[in-house]
């Protein structure tokens, strides 16, 4: 945003902060735990995990491939008569299970935390290996698994879908992430990028005294189960390039968190496959000068006047206040 546009974005967020922007969201969603952690100075905002017994199971579905691949399971006539087995049910028949298939999964979920984000100004080498000064956005976050894994039993006797859930925990999990920057004004979409000689700085400027990875990296260590609260975890940081100056309300999605996924099926038969991904919203009440300077606010702001607030939530595509949410997407 210019300078002079960005001035009553200014004036509406000293509304917001009377208003009660940092209330809690309008959201049955656990609250956002805000903790301190030794490893690095300052505070963490916790997002807990959150997996459903909904999302243990896919179906009923139809194996469509499966039917058209095999047509020999077909029971015809003329050894079958009327095309149905001589003593069990149609209902038993493979062609016909298969009609009505439930697919099963184990569900995991990680913890997410986070420091504020933040910007640097930092020297990056080029693909002319000349060095340009950049304005470089980033997150340092915090992984932790804490257990609790879903799966449907296998001595299920209950009428539900999913059978009778139950709990179990691994030593450890992998965190394999994908952070997207999203700018909800513009619609643009900016992909976490791997900077090597960034990181260092980062580690120095947020004074992180325990290992710190960029997403390629986390992805290599496994994260162990721990239920202590003062768990270390495992330590990461996105990086963001060539951010609008402009931007104002924005999310960043962060998938890898879970192995949750949606499937959706059109009548011609096309799957798509959808991840379960933590939408981090927030609001940058700043212009386009000394952006190092202006203060990242996380969460979306609050307004007195009705028209001012469902401007704000028709940015995030929301009917509601919402800090997060999980999104299938």
């Known amino acids: ?53 909904e999302e243990t ?19 015809k006539a003329p050894d079958f008569t009327d095309g149905r087995p001589n003593s069990d049910p149609r209902t038993r028949t493979l062609p016909e299970m298969a009609q009505h298939v439930i697919l099963r999964r184990e569900v995991y979920s990680l913890e997410f935390s986070f420091k504020p984000l ?20 980033y997150m340092v976050f915090r992984v932790r698994y804490l257990g609790g894994d879903l799966r449907a039993a296998a001595d299920s006797t209950t009428d539900s879908p999913y059978g009778r859930i139950e709990a179990i925990s691994y030593k450890s999990r992998r965190f394999i992430p994908l952070l997207v920057l999203a700018d909800h004004t513009s619609g643009k979409e900016y992909l976490d990028r791997i900077l090597p000689a960034v990181k260092s700085k980062i580690a120095m400027r947020e004074k992180i005294t325990a290992p710190l990875y960029n997403t390629v990296e986390i992805s290599t260590v496994p994260i162990p189960r721990s239920s202590d609260p003062a768990a270390p975890g495992v330590w990461g940081v996105a990086t963001w390039e060539d951010v609008d100056a402009n931007i104002d309300f924005f999310s960043v999605f962060v998938s890898g968190l879970t192995n949750a996924f949606e499937r959706e099926e059109d009548d011609a038969g096309e799957v798509t496959i959808r991840k379960k991904t933590l939408q981090l919203n927030f609001f940058r009440p700043g212009d386009t000068v000394q952006q190092v300077d202006d203060l990242i606010r996380f969460g979306v702001p609050a307004y007195t006047d009705e028209q001012e607030h469902q401007y704000i939530l028709d940015q995030y595509g929301l009917d509601k206040r919402l800090d997060y949410q999980w999104v299938y997407r």
């Open 1 to 53: 945003m210019t300078l002079t546009r960005s001035l009553p974005l200014v004036a509406l967020t000293l509304v917001a902060t009377l208003a009660g922007s940092s209330a809690a969201q309008d959201s049955d969603l656990p609250e956002v735990r805000v903790e301190e952690t030794r490893f690095a100075p300052g505070t963490v905002r916790v997002i807990p995990p959150q997996p459903e017994a």
């Open 57 to 75: 199971f896919t179906g009923p579905i139809t194996l469509r491939e499966f039917i058209s691949a095999h047509p020999e399971i077909q029971w």
């Open 118 to 137: 933040r910007q640097i100004y930092v020297d990056v080498p080029q693909p002319n290996n000349r060095m340009k000064r950049k304005l470089i956005w």
